[in-house]
């Protein structure tokens, strides 16, 4: 699919900005602060319901303003045009969504319906970072391929902090212990759905990533991801079994210590070796971006539709050779909107057509267009 266009009204540091993508490659290129992270904010914003940074919906409504609006037409999708906005009054932040001029009252019916992949600095941290970040990015992914997956999550969370509560009643001697049987059921059903669903896809996911990564690492020995559960099958009766005896253990600490909660993703190389052990700072960021082409693939694949990439000022980590090859990997992909503090790239592009987009302090100060 397509971006065709995007407007931002009072989002970050626009006032008001309204750009018309090139349907290829697009460059936004400004000094750091102009605001180019911000244009990528949006669309991943139109597109997932949520920054990309991780930033608050709140910290999206320009400081002179107590509302945000942002939204998108596409081309080539059978959903056009993707509106958010966001008021903020006394103490709430209030989002309104809304598809084809049709309000969205469910995330679950809006997600996936404008898609995104994007690149970021930030994604060497899937492969460092604490598990809670993969498991994050992981069913951000699943959550675009299997409808229902976020109703799904969202019900097992609701499970797991009732059980909590439940487990520090029981500590402080106010609930009975067999009144866990019942959490103890739902619990087990569910986290067994979420253990299969992220096991079955995390299998194909990983082929598409060991093929990826050994294509641009040009290594010779594949490097697979695992799902790594802390329970000992996904299967309903076991975790139930199992979570039973690990009760007393739950009811001392007052939360839930098996489960997809806190299970985590490998990545392994052929020989059984921990790839976040030995890979080097060039191998990680190679993998990341093998991760990124990967979820581009598999969601190509699902559901028969090239995501839209967006690029945020990974180049400057980049040296030169590497920035091409990044180039020349994206280029067949679709359409592409690019961020970057160096416009040499984008001036010495020609391969195919593009824009380019001079940011300067919440403006767009120049605009040029080739081919
Ligand atoms: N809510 C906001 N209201 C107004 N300005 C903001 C807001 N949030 C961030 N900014 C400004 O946006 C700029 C950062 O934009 P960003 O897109 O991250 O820059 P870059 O071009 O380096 O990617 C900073 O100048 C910051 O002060
Ligand atoms: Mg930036």
Do not use: H
């Amino acid at each position: 699919m397509i971006i065709d266009t995007l407007k931002m009204i009072n989002f970050r540091n626009y006032k008001e900005l309204n750009i018309n993508f090139s349907p290829r490659i697009n460059f936004i290129t400004g000094k750091n602060g102009a605001g180019k992270t911000n244009i990528i904010e949006a669309l991943s914003f139109i597109s997932n319901l949520k920054s990309f940074r991780n930033a608050a919906d709140y910290d999206m409504i320009n400081w002179n303003s107590n509302s945000s609006y942002c939204s998108s037409t596409v081309i080539g999708n059978e959903f056009e045009k993707f509106e958010i906005g966001i008021i903020k009054d006394l103490k709430n932040i209030k989002k309104k969504i809304k598809i084809d001029d049709n309000d969205i009252k469910r995330v679950s019916d809006y997600y996936g319906k404008l898609l995104t992949v994007i690149f970021s600095p930030s994604d060497i941290d899937i492969i460092n970072g604490t598990p809670d970040l993969r498991r994050r990015y992981f069913d951000s992914v699943i959550s675009k391929i299997i409808p229902g997956y976020i109703d799904e999550l969202n019900k097992f969370k609701t499970i797991i902090n009732s059980r909590n509560a439940l487990l520090k009643k029981i500590r402080e001697k106010l609930s009975d212990i067999r009144e866990l049987d019942i959490w103890d059921k739902m619990y087990s059903d569910k986290a067994s759905v979420i253990f299969k669903k992220r096991e079955s896809f995390i299998n194909e996911y990983s082929s598409f990533f060991s093929n990826i990564y050994m294509d641009i690492s040009k290594e010779e020995l594949p490097v697979s991801i695992f799902y790594n559960s802390s329970l000992k099958s996904s299967e309903a009766l076991s975790i139930y079994n199992e979570i039973k005896k690990n009760r007393s253990n739950d009811i001392k600490r007052g939360s839930t210590s098996l489960g997809p909660q806190r299970d985590d993703y490998n990545f392994k190389n052929k020989r059984g070796f921990d790839f976040t052990r030995y890979a080097s700072q060039g191998q990680r960021r190679t993998a990341a971006i093998a991760l990124k082409i990967s979820e581009f693939e598999i969601i190509k694949k699902a559901k028969n539709k090239k995501s839209v990439i967006l690029v945020d000022d990974i180049f400057s980590e980049l040296d030169e050779k590497r920035r091409y090859n990044m180039l020349d990997l994206l280029i067949e992909k679709g359409q592409l909107i690019f961020t970057m503090v160096n416009s040499d790239i984008a001036s010495d592009w020609n391969k195919s057509s593009y824009k380019e987009f001079s940011v300067n302090n919440g403006f767009i100060s120049d605009e040029k267009y080739k081919g």
